[in-house]
């Protein structure tokens, strides 16, 4: 299964979500990001992301800014939004008949009031971590749901 994680310009959130589904799923999954726009496209992730991944043992700070690819639409299963903008850029480009593996990040997390990852860009190290926070959260429930539908795919064969 691959996952893709989506946020503005590739080099805070959606990097820091690549690296912590890492770390939660097997070899079986590839996870990579993207952003929706190509102003920092080749570069690698905030300086403030890679210091905040490190302070919890995930290291960042080798990946590189991509702007999101019409390829990407067929190649992913899942596509992550971080927040609604992100999302309305992503569906308007996708083709109609890969728009259901799109969603908000946070869409299913309980909460009507926190469906947007935050963009720490313009904030201080505790944006940061606030984000590592909220990103690591959802990424252990998104982790356990896949793991438990791969290993029951896995076990009917």
Avoid at 29 to 57: L, N, Q, W, Y
Avoid at 101 to 107: A, G, Q, V
Wanted: proline letters at 4%.
């Amino acid at each position: 299964m691959k996952i893709l994680m989506v946020c503005l310009g590739n080099i805070c959130r959606s990097p820091l979500a690549e690296g912590i589904m890492k770390t939660k799923l097997s070899g079986e999954f590839f996870v990579d990001s993207a952003g929706t726009i190509s102003m920092h496209e080749g570069e690698h992730p905030d300086k403030r992301a890679v210091k905040t991944a490190s302070h919890h043992g995930i290291d960042i700070s080798k990946q590189q800014s991509r702007p999101i690819t019409n390829s990407d639409f067929e190649n992913f299963d899942l596509i992550y939004c971080m927040d609604r903008k992100v999302y309305q850029d992503v569906m308007s480009k996708a083709p109609y008949e890969q728009k259901q593996k799109i969603s908000l990040f946070l869409e299913a997390n309980g909460s009507n009031s926190d469906t947007e990852v935050p963009d720490p860009y313009w904030g201080d190290m505790k944006d940061f971590e606030h984000v590592f926070q909220l990103l690591d959260n959802r990424c252990n429930t998104i982790a356990q749901q896949l793991m438990t539908e791969f290993s029951a795919i896995k076990n009917s064969k």
